[in-house]
């Protein structure tokens, strides 16, 4: 570990943001900034209450003290709802170009959905709405939710865990589970490791597209059988048809109207409103 | 954008903190911090000199400072000397428990590979490395490489890319590469959408593991199909048999000298070293 002497009480605070801002969620003791710093615990106590009025008046955040044995500090990141509005609407726009149209009824969306940028910003979305759910990990199936759900699972300072579309070796034993993909039609296998969740865990579910729910109603199962509780989804993109989903409670951020192949339009839109 | 009035030189430079911090590599125009703060830009460049001094003395990277049309400020972050061995270090100890065998000369290593708090500082140390290669991607193959992926192209402000071990019919177009991996010695299909790379671009290969390594030579022939240009190559374990490997350049984080199946024996070493 580093340690920083002689830096003073503004030096100290621009580090304290640094630090916490870079690991969301994460309870820092006090101690542990008293090493880094060479100070004693009231000059950190008194840095922590002039940043919690920082971060308020910058308007970027909360910081919480957590008080007891395993207390300490940490920084909960938020997206100003501006921010989010602005962010939906311009992903809107930017995936409904003609050259993302795909046959077969399709997006192309992998440069969003791979790009850090947008990600790190859906990431802190889906942390910010699921914060109070007490998350242990989140949850995605390969391949194209990955990026969003490492996102998410960072800003909540959780693990993530990744379902895999097929059994691998070197995830050791595994649990299967057979469902029926919403869109095709088509019987497909999902596969994770024993190993991968404990008993009782709150889980958050995430994933980049959802259009009957056929996918995640199979994570649900699997979840079951790893006696773990979903206690939400998020979805990237979700479909207005069919209205009737094989889940009930989800939150999209954007909604699919529909795709007119011929004419090369795509129709979607901002579903700020259910964010809030 | 947010507006925020009133702020002393001190909380100014926490926020500038936070800002750079939040997004390596990153260039922020002075304009957006003067709109920001609302000030003129030579107080801007007051903040900035001394924050280029605090990140110096704090260890937590540079602060470089663009002139000309595009220029502005950005934070390269980095992972100091004692950190990255100690994280290496603490991996190999981590990873190399016997309940973490699975036959067929396999390490259960999923909980490290999808650990936000792992993988972020792995993503730091590979950019770190490759900072001077002028990368215009991250380029992983599905799955478990993914995660550093990503961390790796955040701190290098740059797209990832995915390739699938299946064509996908959301790629649209695809580009298709048979390769013959190196442990299983079966051929096996690469597919990547024709739009996700663009020709010319300087490409940074980034995988979990490497044994022969027939999967990364199938990802360079894939981008030689693009016309891009691979400039480096970063995985994180890498075995020691056998001690040909398919492709020449690359930097592994970990070396793994062999696994004990019968006595539930791991030895991985940190290759430190070869980093710097």
């Given amino acids: 570990m580093i340690k920083l002497d002689k830096l003073n009480r503004n030096e100290r605070i621009a580090g304290l943001m640094h630090i916490l801002t870079s690991k969301p969620n994460f309870i820092f003791t006090y101690s542990y900034f008293c090493n880094i710093f060479n100070v004693k615990k009231p000059s950190i106590s008194g840095d922590i209450t002039i940043m919690k009025e920082l971060v ?95 996102m998410t699972a960072e800003n909540l300072n959780v693990p993530l865990v990744i379902i895999r579309k097929n059994s691998k070796i070197t995830e050791g034993p595994t649990v299967n ?43 649900y199962e699997m979840m079951m059988e790893f006696g773990a509780e979903v206690v939400g989804t998020g979805i990237f993109i979700s479909t207005i048809e069919p209205e009737k989903k094989l889940i009930k409670d989800y939150t999209s951020l954007i909604l699919m109207e529909k795709i007119d192949e011929e004419n090369k339009k795509i129709f979607l839109r901002s579903n700020y409103e259910k964010l809030k």
């Fill in 177 to 219: 589970i057979n469902y029926i993909s919403g869109s095709t039609k088509k019987i497909q296998t999902m596969s994770l490791s024993k190993r991968a969740i404990k008993e009782g865990s709150r889980v958050l579910v995430i994933d980049d597209f959802m259009r009957a729910g056929g996918t995640i109603k199979g994570i």
């Fill in 56 to 150: 308020e008046k910058l308007d970027i955040g909360t910081i919480e003290t957590i008080s007891g044995a395993n207390g300490g500090v940490k920084f909960m990141p938020k997206v100003r709802e501006e921010d989010t509005k602005k962010l939906l609407r311009d992903l809107c726009l930017k995936l409904s170009t003609p050259d993302r149209v795909i046959p077969g009824g399709f997006i192309y969306m992998m440069d969003v959905l791979y790009s850090p940028n947008i990600v790190r910003n859906l990431g802190k979305i889906f942390s910010n709405k699921f914060i109070d759910k007490k998350v242990d990990c989140v949850v995605t199936i390969e391949t194209k939710g990955i990026p969003i759900g490492l």
